[in-house]
Structures are given as C-alpha cells and as structure tokens.
C-alpha cells in the first residue's frame, strides 16, 4: 500500500488559503528542490475542485519550463468534486462517489500526494488515510485569514509525531507529521 501525504502552505497566523498573497515571495532553490521531491515520490496527486480549478489553470500553460510544470502535468490526478463533470487537464479524474472507498483502492497502486488543506484532507483524515502532515511553515502573517481560511474545524481531536524538519534559508520551516489517532 501506498503512502498519502498532503502538503499545506501555512503562514504563522494560520492562513492556508490566501497563499497567492504570500508564498510566492518565498520561492527559491530549496522551495524547488523539496516540492520536486515531493512530486517525484509521488504516483498521483488528489485534489479538492478548488485546488483543481487553480492549478488546471498555472501548469499547463508552463509546461516545458521547468521539471515541476512537466511533472504536475503528466503525474495522475483525482479531483474530488460532485460537478466537475469533463476536466480538461492531462492525466485527470473525477471522483464523485464513495470518496473514502475510492482513495483507499487508489492508495493501493502507489503514493499519493494532495497540495492544500481542506474538507478533502479533513474526509480523508478522519478515516484513516492520511499517513503524513508537511506543513509548509511561511514566516509572515498573512494579517487578512477568515475563520474559514485555517485548518481548524470543529471535529475529533488527532494528534500528531513529529516526523521531520526541513529549514530554509529564507525561514520557510517544513514541519512532516504522522497522525498517531487518526481513525
């Protein structure tokens, strides 16, 4: 059996959502080196339909411009969506139906890897699935996260082991999770 990670952008104060404000400041040589780690140990990456609508529209256009443009574009995608009915990026299916059954066959054939944290992450988790947590630590407060922008949500509490730390120079800290209580 495969491993599932997902990999979040985080700023100090919480914000996962608005990283078009934030992340891209930090790029660099250590960023591409650890997200092309991620992606070549991969099989496939599972997306919610936001994550989906945003990166169908940045990768395909740079394909050819770099490894990471390539890989995103040609590695297996499952977007998790009950309306997304004809993707048009490469290498894409819908899963719309028996979500957790599905991963769980899918996790079966090889490593799976999900860019973002949401209600996908949070089914997923909850049961059972998600073997590890990198949280892409960015040193600023984002100053403008909704409630609805953080990880939090009411649910079971699940603890972590810390797993790994992975600094960068210009202070982004990848901290790598396993859940110890996931159901």
């Known amino acids: 059996m495969g491993k599932f990670a997902n990999a979040t952008y ?10 078009f404000d ?26 919610g339909r936001a994550t989906y609508d945003s990166f169908s529209e940045a990768w395909p256009p ?7 443009a390539d890989r ?10 009950s309306t997304l009915v004809d993707p048009k990026w490469n290498n894409t299916t819908v899963i719309s ?18 860019f973002g944290y949401g209600a996908v992450t949070r089914l997923l988790l909850a049961n059972g699935l998600l073997d590890e947590l990198r949280i892409w630590l960015h040193p600023v407060l984002s100053g403008k996260a909704k409630p609805t922008d953080l990880i939090y949500r009411d ?6 082991t810390l797993d790994g730390v992975e600094t960068h120079r210009n202070g982004i800290i990848i901290l790598t ?5 996931a159901a």
């Open 155 to 160: 649910a079971d509490q699940t603890r972590f």
């Open 22 to 47: 934030w992340h891209f400041d930090y790029l660099g040589e250590e960023a591409d080196r650890a997200v092309t780690a991620q992606l070549f140990t991969s099989d496939a990456v599972i997306m």
């Open 62 to 68: 740079r394909v050819g411009t770099s490894q990471i």
């Open 10 to 19: 985080m700023t100090l104060d919480g914000d996962v959502q608005n990283v």
């Open 177 to 181: 999770y396993r859940p110890t209580n």
């Open 97 to 114: 139906d028996n979500v957790v059954e599905e991963v769980r066959k899918i996790k079966e054939e090889g490593n799976l890897l999900q």
């Open 72 to 81: 995103m574009d040609s590695i297996k995608k499952y977007v998790i969506s």
